[in-house]
């Protein structure tokens, strides 16, 4: 079903219109999605269309699973973390495992702990490489901060911990994030940065739907807002909701149904948001995806 631009309108809550740019979210949308590129291309900023922008200082930290990388963006601090390609697997681990951890970077918070054990592998080769291209906490300079899926949480809570540890956020726009922490985590993330943060979803994307905060019992586990929902592609407009509303992407909250859709997952802003795209990518034939 195809909602019309002008519906999508109607549900732009009127504190929120006018401050997401679209322009800009296509632009960190490439960005998100070259982190899944082989790290020799990202390292030389040859990955094709992806890997448009003005990027310069570029290095890569490995952590445990995934990668990112730091650079310099038209002059800008910039923060990008890669996501996962093995989704399926992804989905169900966030569907079926309940992994809140305390987090003492966050005031009486609770994160996925799996998403912090990923930080952890890559906090502090992250913070040293800000410090050596010249954008550290003492060099005033604040960080653009993106991600897809995984990457996507990890864009929150690097954000959280960078806050922490003396670093300024200028701003986020992130792609297909899942819930990344209880509601105390989210109210601390929204009172920080919530004005300049924007949580971008694409219509029936299972991902932003895990880990769930309602099955058997509430996990507490809350989306950041606001949220930027696209109904489909970029030309047919968008939606900007808050969490509590059900006319984003939480109409569709039926996992064994949007298992369905994870092509939904891998294309944001009409952009390859996975490795599809980058240069040598594999078959999909040949990627856990489904």
């Known amino acids: 079903m195809r909602v019309s631009l002008s519906y999508l309108f109607l549900l732009v809550p009127s504190a929120l219109a006018g401050r997401y740019n679209e322009t800009l979210s296509l632009e960190y949308a490439k960005l998100s999605g070259a982190a899944y ?86 906090k502090s080769c992250v913070m040293d490489s800000l410090e050596k291209i010249g954008c550290g906490k003492s060099d005033g300079a604040p960080l653009y901060v993106t991600g897809h899926s995984l990457g996507a949480a990890l864009a929150g809570i690097s954000m959280m911990s960078l806050k922490h540890f003396g670093w300024e956020i200028a701003e986020s726009y992130n792609f297909g994030m899942p819930r990344t922490g209880d509601e105390n985590f989210a109210k601390e993330f929204n009172q920080l940065f919530g004005d300049r943060v924007f949580r971008v979803t694409h219509h029936m994307d299972p991902v932003p739907q895990v880990p769930p905060n309602q099955i058997i019992f509430d996990w507490h586990f809350e989306h950041i807002s606001p949220e930027i929902f696209y109904i489909g592609e970029v030309k047919d407009g968008y939606a900007e909701c808050d969490v509590l509303s ?14 369905l859709f994870i092509g939904n997952h891998l294309d944001y802003m009409d952009i390859d948001s996975s490795i599809f795209g980058c240069p040598d990518s594999p078959l999909l034939s040949s990627v856990a995806l489904v």
């Open 37 to 122: 590129c082989s790290t020799s291309h990202v390292q030389n900023w040859d990955c094709g269309y992806k890997c448009s922008a003005d990027i310069t200082h570029v290095q890569v930290c490995q952590g445990s699973s995934t990668k990112s990388f730091v650079a310099h963006w038209e002059g800008k601090c910039l923060v990008v973390h890669e996501g996962t390609s093995n989704i399926k697997s992804f989905i169900a681990d966030l569907e079926f495992l309940k992994a809140a951890t305390v987090w003492d970077e966050c005031d009486n918070c609770k994160v996925h702990g799996g998403f912090l054990d990923e930080w952890n592998s890559l």
């Open 246 to 259: 059900e006319s984003c992407s939480a109409q569709y909250w039926n996992l064994p149904t949007d298992l």
